[in-house]
């Protein structure tokens, strides 16, 4: 809010000259938009797009990607953590469930997708060490699911 008032319709000078919705300004600063084609050369602009406009917004969208990379990799983290937390407790809803014929087969299921998860987590933890970056310290309940390999710590 103190960055940019008046969300979420307002509109808010993200650059000299450049005025934009303060809501899209605000998801371009948190890594979430590009906001390339909220320009000039948006689809009815009536500035003429020559081949060397889209050469040069592929320039800023491969910069801005590769800038944002470790906002992205950090914020796909923690929402692959919380989707841990939501597996872990529907897997134990599962287990305690001892009407349900199909609960262990649900379980097992659940299981699974648990695994492909910590191997998401993983994976990105391994990506953001290749930027040569510290990865977020994983919280307690979740640490013991990745002893089996100490880069992961």
């Known amino acids: 809010?103190?960055?940019?008032?008046?969300?979420p319709g307002e509109k808010v000078e993200l650059f000299p000259g450049v005025q934009?919705?303060?809501?899209?300004?605000?998801?371009?600063?948190?890594?979430?938009?590009?906001?390339?084609q909220k320009f000039a050369w948006r689809k009815g602009s009536e500035d003429s797009e020559d081949a060397r406009d889209v050469f040069q917004r592929g320039e800023w969208l491969a910069?801005?990607?590769?800038?944002?990379?470790?906002?992205?990799?950090?914020?796909?983290?923690?929402?692959?953590?919380t989707e841990h937390s939501r597996q872990q407790a529907e897997r134990e809803r599962w287990l305690q469930d001892r009407d349900n014929a199909d609960a262990q087969e649900f379980a097992a299921a659940t299981g699974?997708?648990?695994?492909?998860?910590?191997?998401?987590?993983?994976?990105?933890?391994?990506?953001?060490?290749?930027l040569g970056l510290t990865p977020p310290a994983l919280p307690a309940r979740v640490a013991a699911h990745f002893d089996k390999d100490p880069e992961d710590a």
């Open 112 to 130: 699974r997708s648990i695994d492909s998860t910590e191997q998401s987590i993983r994976t990105i933890r391994r990506q953001i060490r290749e």
């Open 63 to 81: 910069e801005w990607q590769q800038n944002t990379r470790p906002i992205r990799l950090a914020k796909e983290h923690q929402r692959l953590l």
């Open 1 to 7: 809010m103190l960055l940019f008032p008046g969300i």
């Open 20 to 36: 934009i919705e303060s809501r899209l300004a605000l998801e371009w600063l948190a890594g979430d938009k590009a906001l390339l």
